[in-house]
């Protein structure tokens, strides 16, 4: 049977322009090396055609809600559609941060300190019983949405008046919280592809923390491929990612991002299951390193749907 493969993006997330991109670059690859595939923005399309009008691969370029979170996955097994990346339990671990975090600290994987909170649990708490409650992790602080990505909706707290503003801009993406320590260090990500680990990426930015503007506006960030480790500490670092990945149940593809804090220890900080697929984006640029290039790397993904 010939491939028909549809790729999806754009959707309703935070993240759709990046999905959007993400999209149209693999699309383009697939193309110009003879695969039968279309681009199919999920925001004005119904996936439940897409058996009837043919196809029978699907290559999730979807971030964030919906596309990342096991939804879709779920939706897709139920069509008997085969796709790319990490199944319905894997990709819903993976997005929730909260869950994530506990299952890697029960596995002894180590993991940036931290609390939670939900909006219900901030509406009945005074300005007191609030500092009292992040007092034990000490500022700064970097205040994310359990279930967001592309660094959305995430502030550092550098002192106590400034908490309940970043609070408030976290709830409003998400009703639970993740307040964590501020780790000062070096940013890493390592992607895997199949069983393969590809060179880990130091990543060097102007912004306060690792930002959407950093990420995805800013001319001033840099990416450090190979990331500078010595060999040690590369295996240290791969051996901790390929671990995390493994006891959420990962598969296919997916980048782990990790930060190395002054005294050379290594904390998770979170998977991402359909990472961004430009020419520009972190598991390409990492690709390129162990010379597999970007039309490679599609093909690689889309082969490993089974």
């Given amino acids: 049977m010939v491939d028909k493969v549809a790729v999806l993006l754009g959707g309703n997330s935070s993240e759709r322009e990046i999905s959007l991109q993400s999209g149209q670059a693999i699309v383009n690859s697939l193309r110009k090396d003879g695969i039968n595939s279309d681009p199919i923005d999920v925001k004005n399309f119904s996936i439940i055609k897409l058996k009837e009008i043919g196809y029978n691969k699907v290559f999730i370029a979807l971030h964030g809600r919906g596309g990342e979170d096991g939804v879709l996955q779920r939706v897709l097994e139920f069509l008997k559609l085969p796709y790319t990346g990490s199944g319905v339990l894997a990709s819903s671990l993976s997005m929730d941060k909260l869950r994530t975090k506990k299952l890697w600290a029960n596995i002894g994987l180590s993991i940036v300190p931290y609390i939670t909170l939900n909006n219900k649990q901030l509406a009945m708490m005074s300005d007191t019983m609030l500092f009292k409650y992040i007092y034990h992790l000490y500022m700064p602080l970097i205040i994310k949405p359990n279930l967001e990505g592309s660094s959305i909706g995430i502030s550092k707290v550098t002192n106590f008046n400034q908490l309940r503003i970043a609070l408030k801009l976290a709830f409003h993406y998400d009703k639970n919280v993740l307040i964590e320590k501020w780790i000062n260090g070096s940013e890493y990500t390592v992607a895997i592809v199949g069983d393969q680990i590809l ?8 912004s306060t923390f690792y930002d959407y503007n950093a990420k995805y506006t800013s001319n001033n960030t840099k990416y450090f491929c190979p990331s500078g480790l010595e060999l040690k500490e590369e295996k240290k670092l791969n051996k901790l990612a390929l671990s995390a990945y493994k006891s959420v149940g990962c598969n296919g593809f997916g980048r ?17 299951t359909a990472p961004g697929m430009t020419n520009h984006s972190l598991v390409p640029i990492a690709a390129k390193q162990a010379g597999i290039s970007f039309s490679q790397l599609v093909k690689k993904i889309l082969e490993l749907v089974k």
């Fill in 199 to 206: 060179p880990s990426i130091r990543i060097k930015h102007m």
């Fill in 256 to 272: 782990v991002d990790i930060i190395r804090d002054n005294n050379g220890i290594f904390y998770l900080l979170e998977i991402n």
